[in-house]
């Protein structure tokens, strides 16, 4: 697993990791079952505060994407097909929203396409 941090990005950095992790999962990087580092350990190998790491962790263990274990560690989700459509789906909103669709235009898209 590799992360970086880009210090002069408009992007804050929980985001930055956020996005990387869930771009690494939807490309089979990273496998549900595996382990991430610990916050404190990804924290002081970035560079950056322990809670920014923990936010991260916290809002993909909130969209399924990972799975906190207690003493046991961060473990992407092995929930395989709920995995993957919300990764996508996070993929998509982070897509449509830097292009500066609303939530109705991006939802109307997503319909027509699954008309098709």
Not at 15 to 25: G, Y
Not at 97 to 102: A, H, M, T, V, Y
Request: proline fraction near 4%; charged fraction near 20%.
């Amino acid at each position: 697993m590799i992360l970086s941090i880009e210090s002069g990005s408009s992007t804050p950095p929980f985001e930055q990791l956020r996005q990387q992790i869930v771009a690494q999962v939807s490309s089979g990087d990273l496998q549900p079952g595996n382990r991430l580092p610990t916050v404190r350990r990804l924290a002081a190998d970035l560079g950056i505060a322990p809670n920014t790491v923990a936010r991260a962790y916290r809002e993909l263990e909130t969209e399924g994407v990972l799975e906190g274990r207690g003493r046991a560690g961060t473990f992407v989700s092995d929930d395989d097909a709920n995995n993957a459509a919300k990764v996508a789906a996070r993929a998509y909103v982070d897509a449509v929203r830097s292009l500066g669709l609303n939530a109705t235009d991006a939802v109307a898209l997503v319909q027509q396409t699954m008309r098709a």
